[in-house]
């Protein structure tokens, strides 16, 4: 079995200002771990993902994860937010039965 | 690479009647196909996975026979919610995993339906 762990349910940032994101992980097998993110009325859109190698993983608009496995934990980060960052983002887990476990997201708001 | 589309992205029915959601993969083979359902404000909830030429596999809890699914092509799959209801009012998005990759889904834009 797998879940997914956001802790809180927004977020809000100054433009300008680091954003991180917290997900931790439970799984009973090597996890591949995935952030999305959906903007209103639609679909998600792959920001980046861990299957193996490399624990820091970069992803597209300068986001990126670490996968820290004594942690359990795959948290988000870019250092400087944007106006059009602001979105709902998703932390998910897949394991030996490839089917995708999603947390239950957390809103990003960016403040001018 | 790697579109997934669906149609229609927004549809108002009227209760008791039946509507039918594609997912269409438009640039690569997908063996397989998932169907999502989302609620206001929360996350994604797994109904079934779809595979091509064989019966979906539906989640606990899912009706299958309200909510049928057909795969009968490595570019399509098709969801149809039968007798609707004010409760079946959704956000419906597929994903579909490219053969091979068993760990990669490809999300389409997602399907707003109102039940009236």
């Known amino acids: 079995a797998q879940s997914v762990t956001q802790l809180g349910s927004h977020v809000s940032v100054s433009e300008g200002a680091l954003v991180l994101l917290r997900c931790n992980y439970s799984s009973s097998v090597p996890p591949y771990l995935f952030w999305y993110v959906q903007y209103p009325n639609q679909g998600l859109q792959l920001l980046l993902k861990?299957?193996?190698?490399?624990?820091l993983v970069k992803g597209i608009n300068g986001f990126e994860a670490e996968f820290k496995k004594s942690e359990t934990s795959f948290h988000l980060t870019k250092p400087s937010a944007h106006m059009s960052d602001a979105a709902e983002y998703f932390c998910?887990?897949?394991?030996?039965?490839?089917?995708?476990?999603f947390g239950k997201g957390i809103t990003l708001s960016v403040r001018p | 690479g790697a579109v997934v589309s669906q149609h229609p992205s927004w549809v108002i029915c009227k209760s008791g009647t039946s509507v039918k959601i594609e997912c269409r993969s438009l640039d690569f083979q997908a063996t397989t196909m998932f169907w999502y359902r989302q609620f206001p404000k929360q996350s994604l909830m797994l109904m079934a996975t779809s595979n091509e030429g064989s019966k979906a596999t539906y989640e606990q809890g899912v009706e299958k026979d309200k909510f049928l699914i057909n795969h009968a092509s490595l570019t399509l799959s098709t969801l149809t919610v039968t007798s609707a209801h004010p409760e079946d009012s959704s956000f419906y998005i597929c994903?579909?995993?490219?053969?091979?990759?068993?760990?990669?889904?490809?999300f389409g834009p997602g399907t707003r339906l109102t039940v009236t």
């Open positions: 998910a887990v897949t394991g030996a039965n490839s089917k995708l476990t």
């Open positions: 994903s579909a995993r490219v053969a091979g990759h068993s760990y990669e889904q490809y």
């Open positions: 861990y299957t193996t190698g490399a624990t």
